[in-house]
């Protein structure tokens, strides 16, 4: 295990588990420890552990970061391997963009992130209302993600199941699968959304947008 300030993206096999800059249930009341136990020490653990077995034969792949094994899988329509890979990614971006809640003070947002979240959706309370929207409205399981494309420009879009967003530079993302939230908020997808608030690190989230 390493520190998850250390850069997972550009991790390689083998892959292992991050160690988080928080305990696993650090995050109460917002995500519950049982919920955090399972997601992040069963259900990532088994995306790992599946990764890696497909890679332990398949020398050639070995040396290729998880962004370079997912354009590989889907260019040859690999669906196990992009699913593993997916899972990995998606959890890693997910759990190392948390920290414990500071309940209703807000700590670590810059004003430049504050002027991009303007300029691109007219304020916060715009953005995390479109944002809460796009969550709602996504059918079955996957993520929500704030992301920067290529003209720099700020998007809110969702991905199924565990695939990634290709082509941009992802800032947020928020785990909607039932696994990520239904322990502690049952099947209220909108009580996790607004629980997720809390407990964002809006350091890293302005370092990156
Ligand atoms: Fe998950």
Redesign the pocket.
């Known amino acids: 295990m390493e520190n998850a300030t250390k850069n997972w993206e550009q991790m390689t096999y083998p892959f292992f588990n991050l160690k988080l800059n928080y305990a696993l249930d650090a995050l109460e009341p917002s995500i519950d420890s049982k919920t955090m136990r399972a ?1 992040y020490e069963l ?1 990532l653990e088994s995306y790992i552990k599946n990764l890696n077995e497909i890679l332990e034969s398949r020398l050639e792949l070995q040396n290729m970061t998880l962004c370079e094994l997912y354009d590989y899988a889907k260019v040859n329509q690999d669906n196990l391997l992009s699913e593993q890979v997916g899972g990995v990614y ?2 890693f971006f ?1 759990f190392t963009g948390l920290r414990p809640s500071t309940g209703q003070i807000v700590i670590g947002i810059t004003p430049q992130a504050t002027q991009k979240i303007t300029s691109n959706f007219g304020g916060w309370k715009e953005f995390k209302q479109k944002f809460a929207e796009t969550g709602l409205n996504l059918a079955g399981s996957g993520c929500v993600w704030l992301i920067k494309n290529h003209n720099n420009g700020l998007e809110i879009i969702t991905t199924t199941n565990q695939n990634i967003p290709e082509n941009c530079t992802p800032v947020l993302c928020l ?1 909607i ?1 039932e ?2 939230y239904f322990c502690k908020h049952l099947n209220s997808r909108q009580a996790y959304i607004d629980a997720f608030w809390n407990i964002i690190d809006w350091v890293k989230f302005s370092e990156k947008i």
Do not use: K, P, S, T
């Open positions: 997601h259900i998606n959890h997910y785990d699968w696994h990520a």
